[in-house]
């Protein structure tokens, strides 16, 4: 494949990619293979057009290319979706990669300070025009940051942060909200299979999948679980009374 793509210094910066060598070097290896253009190509036995970002490729492939072990590259893909950097297709004999936020990625330094600039017009306008409007989102927006770094604070896995914040800003979760999911945090936390960090999902992954509406139904086997036991505990005193009352006659 020839041409050339960017590769920004900030790279180094993303706790994600740069998890240990081998990461880094998958990660790269996906953005030299992607497409810079649309393509007709043929997967799973069907023709279909790759859009930017988007590479057809296999974990034999990678880890041959990188002299990596497979089950590394298995693992290292299925982090990277888990983290929202790419999505993947897979078909009995290769797979079909996106690549997400890469028209970000590649936009020359002109065209993203001309966006920047375009988005701080816009923004500036919308100020001058409505003021109120403005501070309510902010008010808001500061709330929704002030609900994540409870989150952040309080969940055990440090994965994916600024994922993580963009989903309070963009969800807004209400007061009631953010309450169920501490509360699921902190059940969580004592659970057998929380002990264990790899048994723990990515913070991401816990918000997005509402994984903290789970706790109702832990609670709901708790309380099947007591009110069993009280049946118990009532059929027995039931019982000793009547052999009381047998002894006393």
Known sequence: MDGY???????????????DV??????IYLLLNATHKKVDVLFNSKKITLEPG????????????????????????????????IEQQTSSRNRLITILNWELYQQNEQQLEQQVNNKRTTSEQQVNTNKNE????????????????EFWKAYPKKRSKENCLKWYLKNKPTEEEQKQILLAIAFFKNDKQWKDEQY????????????????KWQMMKWC???????KIIQSLTYQQTNIRCGMTN
């Open 5 to 19: 793509i960017k590769l920004y210094r900030k790279l180094l910066d993303n706790p994600i990619v740069c998890k």
């Open 22 to 27: 081998e990461t880094l070097g998958i990660w």
């Open 54 to 85: 988007q590479l057809i490729t296999g974990r034999k492939a990678i880890a041959t290319k990188l002299k990596v072990d497979e089950s590394k590259v298995e693992r290292t893909l299925k982090m990277l979706k888990n983290e929202q950097q």
């Open 134 to 149: 403005k501070n309510v989102k902010n008010e808001r927006n500061n709330i929704s940051i002030a609900q994540f770094e």
């Open 200 to 215: 723990i999902p990515y913070p991401s992954t816990f918000l997005n999948q509402k994984r903290w509406e789970d706790i």
């Open 224 to 230: 099947c679980l007591f009110s069993k036991l009280e």
